[in-house]
């Protein structure tokens, strides 16, 4: 068989998710606020089995080669979030550094004040403990 007349017999095979056929529905879901576990939970009902770790990864994946065909679904990037110096930082906190709300630069100069402050490990752990309960909800 020459290589003309295999290629017009022969189609080649695509890799294809067996996601793709939800991808808008995947994107709609997380447009609408549901957590990654919910979807998988959508899919499942579908008969469709993927772990959370595969759906947040062929999301990711689409969203940085083909963006979403609905004008309305726009991935806008997010300014990184601004250091904080203290765990709850008041407005005046915010200035004190020179530094104004909007800023989404670090400044340097208020290193020294953050490995000067003492760092209490009770309202840190508190504060993580709150996070695992909040993960451990969804």
Do not use: W
């Not at 770790?53 to 997010?78: G, R």
């Amino acid at each position: 068989m020459e290589l003309e007349e295999f290629l017009s017999r022969v189609k080649p095979a695509t890799r294809r998710s067996k996601l793709e056929p939800y991808l808008n529905d995947l994107r709609r879901l997380r447009e609408l606020g549901y957590t990654l576990s919910q979807m998988q939970s959508y899919l499942a009902a579908k008969e469709i089995h993927a772990t959370i770790q595969t759906i947040s990864a062929y999301l990711k994946k689409k969203d940085e080669v083909q963006p979403s065909k609905n004008p309305d679904h726009e991935v806008k990037p997010q300014p990184p979030e601004r250091l904080s110096t203290s765990i709850e930082e008041t407005p005046e906190d915010q200035h004190k550094g020179g530094t104004s709300d909007d800023s989404t630069h670090f400044n340097p100069s208020e290193l020294r004040n953050i490995l000067d402050e003492e760092i209490d490990l009770d309202a840190l752990a508190k504060i993580g403990k709150e996070q695992h309960r909040k993960r451990k909800k969804t």
